[in-house]
């Protein structure tokens, strides 16, 4: 992203808040992996999204009309014996000239700086509940200012969650956003493809991922967008595997649900396979069955729909499907009504996607489904999950897990599968694996 980008949606938020307001946003805090070991760092979404800021230790403030200058942040200042140990740091001249802020103060000040960025407001933005620590020393600031209050000092009299603007404009990517998650798509099918290429009967499921992560960070990508799954057998069956420690074996199916992070942006991909290559009878038929459903699904994503329309076109698929197939009994209007369906297909058919996995963004606008609109992104994920040991389907059915998933970008004129570079027809799977 630019500075020109940051500095776009500052000044869009801004107009948003109006006069006589202020928003605070502090940065991710540092958390701890066990003993003196720390978590590898990554900064807060709705922080990054504002700032381009990397750093922890740091508060973004927005001041509207401020004389002095609208965009404060507060950061570390730089440090060269810190520096050694841990890397460099923008310090207060970088957060202007590298970051665009108009005024850069000293974290360690901001107990005396802050309140007075809050006297003469009248709403502050902010979202209470994420950090506890620093929403009593929000708290803190507000009450010393009421203190004052004989004194002619206003506080302000209104709190307004920063999510309600901020969550809004994230979900509309803008063309910058979109080509980030271009890359972070096109990168992820880079790796979906070698995993199809590379694995076999006897691999670990980790080694799997190995493969996957390897083709992340060589393809450029920052890292991981989330755990990743790669499931085989029963464990296909399980929605959020992430133990990947099972041995793969012939004749089973793999469920890979796998994205890189480029650029603060996220892919996410699923993919299912035989571990040995091939496809048996069952598995081709439950797979059809899917991605038919996706395709239903995909259909429904244009401009003017409801969110809901592609959940309920994948669920009219599959449950139409699961009857002719013999998983279910009844008609298709009885087995959507009462939900028999979510036997095996218990989960929504997509989420919103963007700097987080599971984006920000209301799916419902005043209790009624949101209507779909150009830019925004979603997945497609429909998928049938039959577990070992259930005595209500044939024995053939049991342990197949396949789940169909891909990024999908809202158009102007309907849509574009932005992960479409790696194949999900099973010719071409096969063709792919038999090498």
Known sequence: MTNQEFSRRRRQLMEMMGEKSVAILPAAPIRIRNRDVEYDYRQDSDFYYLSGFPEPES????VPGREHGEYILFCRENDREKEIWNGPRAGHDGAVSRYGADDSVPIDDIDDILPGLLEDKERVFYTMGNLLDFDQRLIGWVNRLRKGARAGIHTPG???SLDHLLHEMRLYKSSQEIKAMKTAADISCLAHTRAMQVCRPGMKEFQLQAEL???FKHEGASSSAYASIVGSGHNACILHYVENSATMKKGDMVMIDAGAEFDYYAADISRSFPVNGKFSRAQRALYELVLDAQQAAIEEVKPGKHWNDPHNAAVKVLAKG???LGLLKGSVKNVIAKEKYRQFYMHRTGHWLGMDVHDVGDYKVEDEWRLLEPGMTLTVEPGIYVAGGNSKVAKKWWDIGIRIEDD???????HEV??????????EIEALMDN
């Open 59 to 62: 508060v973004l403030v927005l």
């Open 158 to 160: 209104e709190f307004v």
């Open 213 to 215: 992560e390897y083709i």
């Open 322 to 324: 699961m009857i002719d």
């Open 408 to 414: 999908v970008l809202v158009t102007k004129t309907g």
């Open 418 to 427: 932005l992960t479409a570079g790696v194949t999900k027809q099973i010719d």
